[in-house]
């Protein structure tokens, strides 16, 4: 099978989940909509995410920064400029005096999104494991702090409210569509397996020339812009939002995706989303009595939670490197009858050894 | 001193061990008779490190037995060995370097069967290896080569093994450090210890040892004894390619 | 002059409580290379244990907090951890803070969202010294204990048989089995000892302010794993001086900051160990010889 062919595969298959489950949400009654455009914006927060952690093996928390930024930059910028001076009275003059369309807004917590992030990479780039964890989190805890506290930037403690709802159905889609296909694009070039590298053996693959810090930057940077995307689709998805939604808890549950579908994967990041994000949206009607045709279920309030953590955790421990594997897609039985004597080293986790990677 | 009760050896048959897919030690099997002491030789990567950590229990054999003495100790946990009677001085020495020479020799004793004869083992140990006593209050990790690779053979040794492997002991040591550790083994082969000793010095190994085995591709390739010497280094030197 | 003396009281006792909980992390991080965020749930069980048992005898309501949060540390480890030894390090990651989460949700199910007051030890929340400076008994005590315990700690690592095992698991679990050391063991030992600290912790906790919430624990435990990483994880002792740091740099921050610029003290407080961070990968503390930064 051709290198294309298996490329073609590897992004069909996201992609077409992707769709599916936006089909699905179309087709679904008018309640349930905001469920689907909800799994679809998570998933593009997680495939954010998988950009640089799974690229790069570096674990981040400080992601749902960006998409704090995209998601108060975008709303604030596409408030009705009329109920402004009541509604954020201390905004810097800027933000004050100007709107934009909902569309440019995505565009601009893009930008802002990747700015963020390369101003905060540049020096914490620098660092590997558990210190970027931790400077990664210290992001998030200083972006939080700022956003609830300082009013000239946004409504603090308040609830940020009548942002236009226009992330549709059709706009949640193609936003989960166009990350996806980011995400792929940048791990096929140079420098996308240039970092899968570092992430295989960083002492080897520094020893062979590759410059750690500039790599990681890079995805950093472009999983930033995706991040700004993703809090630009979820403030247009939700139409208000506090500072409480785009803190911990969102950094928990979409790492926790990512790593239980497979962080070293496109298509591991998207089932992990997909799967989780569903788990928990019925497991909480399940507390309000779900009828599954059946038989009705109906938990006691809270356990749906107990219930998600257990089934998370359990995952975990059943396949360490998650659902996927951190494989990428593949129809079964196709690559392997096609090549049966080669050990697909890409498609094992996505990397191919440093070596035959440059040399590539 | 005290006596040294009946010897135990160490028997392996039919030993493999892989990483992931890739076997690196085949259908591996030999013997070392109760207080004999056998080398293992081998080009770098032959297996020779990986032959002991299977007997340490470290990495799973995928098949095999391993006898110490009539005790299967196939499957054993690491410390299970250690409690056995196998101890290992590893490539490396693997001293706890924040720790003192005196703790780093107290870890030593955890795997001892029994309290008895401790105090005279110290004293045996540090009339072996000097270092041990002189250096007692430092951090091992501040020590130089040759007095780490004291240290770690007597930490073994205060475990009072039955047996004994020892894991390319004269690596990065000046000749005369060299000297003194096979000194060493002399006197603990006297004290009837049953020792495995993987070694990358071919000739010096086959001159001491009652046999050597030649380790190539993760299988045996050749037994040597003493009597091979003169004529086996050439052998050796051929299988190394040098 | 009486300002300064009060900001360095407060900050050694908020330094003291969150030393002790670096600590636990710690234990647990040297032993099995685990970074631990359930951490916090154990110190949050011990003190909801404390409000459901304030109208008991004290020192039993006290044993029965170190009960509990000791019984669920074993506990996680026999469910979760255990079968996760071999797992790659964001995979237990990620499991710590799945199993966190169920936690947390379990007590929101079992003691409501409206938290309980654990007033055990509110006696302690009195005035001991008034004038130029306040000092609360609870202060005192913070400072009393953990300094005891980190003594008694640092003791039963360095003279006893059991510590020195956990040190040498800690610096090296594969040469440590090989010498016999028996890992089940010693990661029990760390798991009791994390566990009698988070109550600890706990106490002195709920005694500066009694109401108990779900996400108590969380809280601090977030603080004392950073001030674990900005200290210098390799090491114990490095750990618990981060720790302590984080706690005292928290509490002189808040102290010294004008009502305005209160509400960003965290910002302040994350700055200062980006900077750290940035300035020492490899901990504050640590020593020269010790890199750490690339790891997990
Ligand atoms: N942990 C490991 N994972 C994968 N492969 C390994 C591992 N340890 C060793 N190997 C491989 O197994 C083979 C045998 O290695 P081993 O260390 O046993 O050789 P050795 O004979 O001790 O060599 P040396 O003389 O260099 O010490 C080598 O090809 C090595 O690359
Ligand atoms: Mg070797």
């Known amino acids: 099978m051709s290198r294309a062919r298996t490329a073609a595969i590897q992004l069909l298959g996201p992609i077409a989940l992707i769709v599916i489950v936006g089909l699905l949400g179309s087709a679904s009654s008018g309640a349930h909509q905001i469920d689907f455009v909800n799994a679809l914006v998570q998933t593009t927060i997680v495939i954010g995410m998988y950009i640089f952690i799974g690229n790069s093996g570096v674990i981040s928390f400080g992601h749902i920064s960006f998409v704090a930024i995209g998601a108060f930059v975008a709303g604030v910028l596409t408030i009705p400029s009329v109920v402004k001076p009541t509604l954020l009275p201390a905004l810097f003059p800027l933000l004050a005096n100007h709107s934009v369309s909902p569309f440019a807004s995505l565009l601009i917590a893009a930008g802002a999104g990747a700015l963020f992030a390369l101003v905060i990479g540049a020096p914490l780039m620098r660092l590997g494991g558990l210190a970027a964890g931790i400077g990664t989190l210290a992001v998030l805890e200083i972006t939080h702090n700022l956003l609830r506290y300082w009013e000239k930037i946004g409504p603090g403690a308040r609830t940020l409210s009548l942002v236009p709802t226009t992330t549709t159905m059709r706009v949640a889609t193609i936003g989960a569509v166009v990350s996806a296909v980011v995400a792929y694009g940048y791990q096929r070039t140079r420098a996308g397996r240039l970092l899968r590298a570092t992430r295989e053996d960083p002492a080897a693959a520094a020893g062979a020339g590759v410059r750690i810090h500039g790599q990681r930057l890079g995805a950093f940077v472009l999983s930033g812009a995706v991040a700004g995307l993703a809090g630009g689709l979820l403030v247009h998805a939700l139409g208000s939002i506090t500072t409480e939604q785009v803190y911990l808890d969102l950094t928990f549950v979409t790492l926790a995706m990512l790593v239980v579908g497979g962080m070293n994967s496109l298509w591991g990041a998207v089932v992990g989303a997909l799967l989780i994000s569903f788990l928990d949206t019925y497991l909480g009607y399940a507390e309000n009595g779900l009828d599954l045709g059946l038989f009705r279920v109906n938990l006691p309030d809270g356990l749906s939670t107990v219930i998600l953590g257990a089934i998370m955790l359990a995952i975990l421990v059943l396949r360490p490197s998650g659902l996927t594997g951190g494989r990428e897609f593949r129809i079964p039985g196709l690559r392997r009858r096609a090549t049966p004597a080669q050990p697909d080293a890409e498609e094992e986790d996505g990397g191919a050894a440093p070596a035959a990677e440059t040399s590539a | ?242 | 002059m009486s300002n300064v003396i009060q900001y360095i009281i407060d900050g050694i006792a908020l330094g003291a409580v969150y030393a002790l909980a670096a600590v636990g992390i710690a234990l647990i991080f040297g032993v099995l290379r685990l970074v631990n965020f359930a951490y916090g749930e154990l110190i949050t069980i011990a003190a909801y244990v404390l409000a459901v048992t304030s109208n008991w005898w004290l020192p039993l309501s006290l044993l029965a907090a170190v009960a509990s949060s000791v019984a669920l540390a074993v506990l996680t480890d026999r469910v979760a951890f255990k079968r996760l030894r071999e797992a790659p390090p964001a995979t237990t990651l990620v499991a710590t803070f799945a199993l966190s989460f169920a936690l947390e949700a379990v007590w929101r199910l079992v003691f409501g969202v409206n938290g309980r007051s654990a007033d055990v030890l509110g006696a302690l929340n009195t005035t001991a010294i008034s004038g130029a400076i306040d000092v609360r008994w609870v202060t005192i005590v913070e400072v009393v204990v953990g300094a005891a315990l980190l003594s008694a700690i640092a003791i039963f690592l360095r003279r006893s048989t059991i510590g020195l095992q956990m040190r040498a698991a800690a610096s090296d679990i594969r040469t440590a089995r090989t010498l016999g050391v028996r890992a089940d063991r010693v990661i029990l030992s760390a798991f009791v000892l994390s566990g009698v600290l988070a109550a600890v912790v706990a106490m002195l906790l709920t005694a500066g302010s009694p109401l108990v919430t779900p996400t108590l624990g969380l809280e601090v435990t977030t603080f004392a794993l950073v001030g674990v990483v900005v200290g210098g994880m390799d090491n114990l002792v490095t750990a618990t001086l981060g720790g302590f740091v984080v706690g005292f740099v928290n509490a002189v921050l808040g102290d010294a900051l004008g009502a305005d610029l209160r509400v960003f003290l965290s910002s302040f407080t994350y700055l200062a160990v980006i900077l750290v961070l940035l300035l020492r990968p490899g901990g504050l503390f640590a020593s020269r010889r010790a890199t750490g930064a690339e790891r997990v």
């Open chain 2, 1 to 242: 001193m005290s006596e040294v009760a009946t010897a135990v050896g160490l028997a392996v048959e039919g030993l493999e061990v892989a990483y992931g897919p890739v076997t690196v030690v085949r259908d591996l099997t030999l013997n070392v008779e109760p207080g004999e002491v056998v080398a293992l030789v081998g080009a770098n990567g032959a297996g020779k490190t990986t032959t002991l950590s299977a007997i340490m229990g470290l990495v799973p054999a995928k098949a095999g037995a391993i006898r110490l003495g009539d005790r299967s100790i196939a499957g054993f946990r690491p410390e299970r060995v250690a409690r056995a009677g196998i101890a290992l001085v590893p490539e490396g020495r693997h001293l706890f370097p924040a720790m003192t020479v005196e703790e780093n020799l107290k870890l030593g004793t955890i795997g001892r069967r029994s309290d008895d004869g401790l105090a005279e083992d110290r004293a045996w140990v540090e009339e072996l290896f000097p270092a041990v006593r002189d250096f007692s209050g430092r951090r091992a990790g501040d020590l130089s080569g040759g007095q780490q690779q004291q240290v770690a053979i007597a930490r073994a040794l205060l475990a009072r093994p039955d047996v004994l492997l020892l894991d390319e002991p004269s690596l990065g040591l000046a000749p005369k450090t060299v000297e003194s550790v096979f000194e060493a083994l002399t006197e603990i082969r006297r004290r009837g210890v049953t020792v495995l000793l993987v070694e990358q010095r071919a000739q010096l190994a086959i001159g001491f040892c009652d046999r050597t085995y030649v380790m190539a591709a993760g299988e045996l390739r050749l037994t040597l004894t003493p009597k091979d010497a003169g004529d086996s280094a050439r052998i050796v030197a051929a299988y190394f390619g040098s």
